[in-house]
């Protein structure tokens, strides 16, 4: 048996778009540059659930955020990740409709893993990990590893797609097979019978 595990972002769903990013700037009056910046710098300790979201929204405005602010910040970052990818969406929706076995692993924190799990191309994915359930990202080999104990399979039995050459090298590491997802068509291609 063989598992396509599918990373999330970039992959299923397009990348956050710079308006996206500024707006949620706005949305707080905080400086789009220092926002991004500050985003990104925290991201994977959120993302392996080391700051609860009001922690990470107030590192990233440097600033403590109120409550009304982290809420509305968390569903614009939701949302901010919730454009798909037609090409891949419609590769998955095969996958799933020819009964092939396929998983989801994607670096998110749980509420952002919460909002993306209400998604229609994601909620058919019957098996999900987000880092943050697991306290551990990607490319740390735990996380591949505590893929395949979740999976029930062997890690040579994995197919890893993902947009991030270092997560894909980390999935080699840890002995599954991986592919670095740069389109559909080429996915497609590149995926075992």
């Known amino acids: 048996m063989t598992w396509i595990v599918f990373d999330y972002g970039g992959v299923l769903s397009l990348p956050q ?7 949620m700037a706005r949305a707080v009056g905080a400086e789009p540059g220092a926002f991004r910046r500050g985003y990104w710098e925290h991201r994977l300790a959120f993302d392996r659930a080391d700051l609860s979201p009001h922690a990470y929204w107030s590192a990233v405005l440097g600033r403590a955020a109120t409550p009304a ?5 968390v569903a614009m970052d939701v949302s901010s990740w919730a454009n798909p990818d037609r090409g891949t969406v419609a590769l998955l929706g095969e996958l799933l409709d020819a009964g092939r076995d396929v998983a989801l692993l994607s670096n998110a924190p749980v509420c952002v893993g919460d909002g993306l799990d ?6 058919a994915i019957g098996h999900r990990y987000y880092s ?4 551990l990202v990607k490319p740390d080999k735990e996380i591949y590893d505590a893929l395949a104990r979740g999976l029930g399979a062997d890690p040579s039995d994995i197919v890893f797609v ?5 997560n894909v090298e980390g999935a080699l590491r840890a002995g599954l097979r991986a592919v670095h997802f740069t389109d559909a068509a080429a996915l497609r291609a590149s995926l075992p019978g």
């Open 17 to 23: 778009s710079a308006d996206d990013a500024d707006a």
């Open 69 to 73: 602010e982290v809420a509305r910040l």
């Open 118 to 123: 209400q998604l229609p191309w994601i909620a």
């Open 132 to 135: 943050g359930r697991m306290g």
């Open 162 to 166: 993902d947009d991030r050459e270092e």
